[in-house]
């Protein structure tokens, strides 16, 4: 019995040392590839390359995934704001809402599912199938040369992806408020642009959209390069990707948003 | 896929990117409306500021003219210090009359000035003399039944 005992506590302590272990592993990786990004951002048609899947790609997701949840928070807002009859309110709802949270955080977690997984898949499968070894032997870097041109576009592409599904969002909630629905048109926008304040709430959105995207591709990044060149470690390590950067950017837009909201009405 | 499609494609990508951000600070945000840049700051003291925030506007007529910058609480006059940066197109003489205002039954506050006739202007650091705080509703009410109390006294 105290046998079993000790066992579990080291099972226990095996997991919390190799998890640690991991962690000191990806920041070492994380500095490596900002270090090695120099020769990636001068030859930048590999950043362009990638921009295209990361970025262009994602966008039909994103549009649309923006369109349907502005109308559903223009349709949810004047539901409850007509009680109390000031439902012109519900442009500063749904804009607030988009620019400030849904904008950044959903724009993010679909990004993490549609490109994060992607990119890991593809250099976890280049690491399977000894590509990246490979260009090792011939002396090209493949950390500057696979890794750093994804992370970037990544980066790059974030805050344009958060943008356009706050103002799909915004659209959408204006198409069923006002088109639909008939709210004043011209109560919608007043009260929206006297609400939404250019530094304080588009700003802070932005500074947020390009922090999750650092967070996505970082873990999206890593997870492939660190995958068990098999194929039941590369679809494993595309599903934690998608976990882990899902946690991540949820409990990174907590500390962010308990920074830049707090204490200001 | 050519590579000048790829181009292309996230060039427009870009340029949609850039003006999803355009038509947020310009249609969705207020930027066109004040440019905090050109300002000037006055200060006006307040027995009672009720629900003020910082960031609250300051209208004349209605137009919003300003925003409220700080919020302070002074300990020499045991009232509030309030911070407006003003737009600098909109001079203001100095016996600017400046009260403290809702915008609605229910709507925020704030800050609002009617002009005077005074010839000289309110210049940076400046401060305003005449102000009337805010209504409290408690003390509204309360009044208006001590008045009602000695009504009913007189007759």
């Known amino acids: 019995m105290p046998k079993r005992i000790v066992a579990s506590i080291q099972h226990i302590g095996h997991r919390v040392i190799e998890s640690i272990w991991r962690l000191g592993r990806a920041t070492r990786f994380f500095i490596l590839v900002l270090l090695k990004s120099g020769t990636s951002l001068r030859r930048f048609g590999l950043v362009i390359r990638e921009l295209y899947f990361t970025g262009v790609l994602s966008l039909i997701i994103i549009v649309v995934s923006g369109l349907f949840v502005g109308m559903v928070l223009g349709l949810q807002g004047y539901e409850t704001l007509q009680k109390y009859g000031s439902e012109s309110a519900v442009g500063t709802l749904v804009a607030l809402s988009l620019v400030r949270e849904l904008g950044p955080v959903v724009a993010a977690l679909l990004f993490a599912s549609r490109a994060g997984s992607a990119i890991t898949a593809e250099i976890g499968l280049m690491k399977a199938t000894e590509q990246l070894a490979a260009m090792g032997l011939m002396a090209v870097d493949p950390i500057a040369r696979v890794v750093a041109p994804r992370f970037w576009s990544g980066v790059i592409s974030m805050p344009f992806l958060a943008a356009m599904f706050s103002v799909m969002g915004v659209f959408g909630g204006y198409l069923v408020t006002v088109v639909f629905i008939g709210v004043d048109e011209g109560s919608f926008w007043s009260q929206m642009q006297s609400a939404v304040d250019f530094r304080f709430d588009i700003l802070n959105g932005f500074i947020k959209s390009c922090f999750f995207g650092v967070a996505v591709t970082a873990i999206a990044v890593f997870e492939g390069y660190d995958a068990p060149p098999t194929a039941e470690g590369v679809s494993g390590a595309t599903t934690r990707t998608v976990v882990t950067s899902s946690l991540v950017i949820l409990g990174l837009d907590f500390i962010l948003t308990a920074f830049m909201f707090r204490g200001v009405s | ?155």
């Open chain 2, 1 to 155: 896929m050519q590579r000048t499609t790829m181009d292309l494609w996230v060039g427009l990508f870009v340029i949609t990117g850039i003006a999803a951000l355009m038509v947020l600070s310009l249609k969705v945000g207020n930027l066109n409306v004040y440019n905090p840049s050109q300002s000037y700051v006055i200060t006006g003291n307040f027995e009672n500021i009720g629900g003020l925030k910082v960031r609250a506007p300051v209208k004349s007529a209605g137009v919003v003219v300003g925003r409220v910058t700080d919020i302070q609480f002074s300990t020499q006059t045991y009232d509030a210090v309030v911070t407006m940066s003003m737009d600098s197109r909109f001079p203001f003489p100095k016996d600017t009359f400046a009260s403290i205002l809702t915008s609605g039954l229910l709507g925020e506050q704030y800050i609002g000035l009617s002009a005077g006739g005074d010839q000289a202007m309110l210049m940076d650091g400046d401060k305003i003399m005449k102000t009337n705080s805010a209504m409290v509703l408690e003390e509204l009410i309360g009044r208006f039944l001590f008045d009602k109390a000695s009504e009913s006294d007189s007759f």
